[in-house]
C-alpha cells in the first residue's frame, strides 16, 4: 500500500446551476467597459472587509454562509482550489509563532486523548450506524471525519474503500455542517466554564472536526489556546495513516493509495525555525498576522460554499450519526479535561 503526499482538503459544496432566488445577482452589468454581476461584488465587497482588522474567523464563516444562502457564491471553481492551498499555508505560517518545546509537551498530553477518543467514536459509530441502517461506508466515512481531522480524513479514506461521490457528498456535508456550529458556539461554551488557554486548546482540538475551525475557534479564544489547539490537532491528524491502511484491511482493499497530510511538516519546520532562529523573530510575527488573515479568508470561502442544496442531500440519518458522536466526543472529552488537565 503506497504512500502519497496529500494537501488539505475540505468540503467545499458548490452550485451546480444557479437557484431561481439568485437571478437578480447573476445578471450581467456593464461600467466602463467591465463587465460585472452583483453576485460578483458583493462577494468581493465581503472578501475585501475580510482582510481587514474588523474581521474575525467566526464573522467570517457567517459573513460566508450569508452569502451562500443570498447571492451565491460566483467564483466556485476558484474558491475551491484557493481554499485547500489557503488553509496549508496558514496553518504552516502559524508554526512561526510557536515554541517547538511548548508544542511538544502539548503534543505529548494530547496523545492518550487521541487514541482512547479516535478508538472510542469508530467504535461506537459503527453501531449507531447500524441501528439508523446507514451503509457501511457513509457510516465509515463520517466516524472517520468525526474521529479524526474532518473533511481531510474523509478526502483520505474514501479513496482507499472506493466510496462512490455521493457517499463522500454526504460525509463531507455532515462533519462540515457541525464544523461550522463548533467555530460559533465553543468559545462562548469556553468561558461560561471557566476554561484554561491549556484547557480550550486540547477541547478544541479533540471535538472540532477540520483543522480551520480549530484553528478559528482557539484563535477567538487566544493565543495559547492556539498554540496548543494548532499542536494537538495536526499531531492528531497523522492518525490519517494508521486508520487509512486499518480501513484497506478491513474492506479488504488492495493496491491502494494512502494519503498523508503533507503541509504538517512544514509546520513542524516553521515552529522549529521560530524556536531555534532567533534572528526570525520579528520576521515571524508578520508572517503569523498573514497567516490570521489567510485563516479567516479561508473560512469565509468555506461559508460561501455551504449551499441550500448541501443542507438538504445530507439527509436526517447520517446528519442524525453525525451528532451522536459529535456530541459524545465533546462532551465526554470535556469532562476528562475538566478533571484531569
Not at 45 to 58: D, E, I, K, M, R
Not at 90 to 97: D, E, N, R, T
Not at 105 to 123: H, K, N, Y
Amino acid at each position: 500500500m503506497p504512500l502519497t503526499l496529500m494537501k488539505a482538503t475540505l468540503p467545499q459544496p458548490a452550485h451546480t446551476h444557479a437557484p431561481e432566488r439568485f437571478a437578480g445577482f447573476q445578471q450581467q452589468h456593464e461600467l466602463a467597459g467591465v463587465r460585472f454581476t452583483w453576485a460578483q461584488v458583493v462577494f468581493c465587497g465581503v472578501l475585501v472587509f475580510c482582510l481587514t482588522p474588523w474581521a474575525s474567523a467566526p464573522l467570517a464563516l457567517a459573513l460566508g454562509l450569508l452569502v451562500a444562502q443570498t447571492s451565491g457564491n460566483p467564483f466556485v471553481a476558484k474558491t475551491r482550489l484557493a481554499t485547500a492551498r489557503l488553509l496549508q499555508y496558514s496553518v504552516i505560517g502559524l508554526g512561526f509563532g510557536m515554541n517547538a518545546t511548548v508544542a511538544a509537551q502539548a503534543g505529548r498530553e494530547g496523545l492518550a486523548f487521541a487514541v482512547a477518543s479516535i478508538i472510542g467514536t469508530l467504535v461506537l459509530g459503527f453501531f449507531v450506524g447500524r441501528a439508523l441502517g446507514l451503509g457501511r461506508t457513509v457510516t465509515h466515512l463520517i466516524s472517520c471525519g468525526t474521529a479524526i481531522c474532518g473533511g481531510s480524513a474523509i478526502a483520505a479514506v474514501g479513496p482507499v474503500m472506493k466510496a462512490k461521490e455521493e457517499e463522500l457528498s454526504v460525509a463531507l456535508g455532515t462533519v462540515f455542517i457541525l464544523n461550522a456550529i463548533a467555530l460559533f458556539a465553543f468559545p462562548p461554551i469556553g468561558h461560561l466554564l471557566n476554561l484554561t488557554q491549556h484547557q480550550f486548546g486540547l477541547w478544541c482540538a479533540i471535538a472540532i472536526h477540520d483543522t480551520s475551525s480549530v484553528v478559528g475557534a482557539a484563535t477567538a479564544y487566544g493565543d495559547a489556546a492556539l498554540q496548543t489547539a494548532t499542536t494537538v490537532k495536526l499531531a492528531r491528524a497523522l492518525w490519517i495513516i494508521p486508520v487509512a491502511l486499518g480501513t484497506a484491511v478491513l474492506f479488504k482493499q488492495k493496491d491502494v493509495k494512502v494519503k498523508i497530510p503533507y503541509f504538517i511538516l512544514g509546520f513542524i519546520g516553521a515552529m522549529l525555525l521560530n524556536t531555534y532562529v532567533p534572528a526570525l523573530h520579528e520576521a515571524g510575527q508578520w508572517v503569523v498576522k498573514l497567516a490570521k488573515i489567510g485563516l479567516t479568508v479561508t473560512l469565509f470561502f468555506i461559508g460561501a460554499g455551504l449551499s441550500g442544496k448541501l443542507l438538504k442531500a445530507v439527509g436526517p440519518r447520517p446528519f442524525v450519526l453525525g451528532v451522536v458522536l459529535w456530541l459524545l466526543i465533546s462532551t465526554v472529552s470535556l469532562y476528562v479535561i475538566q478533571h484531569t488537565v
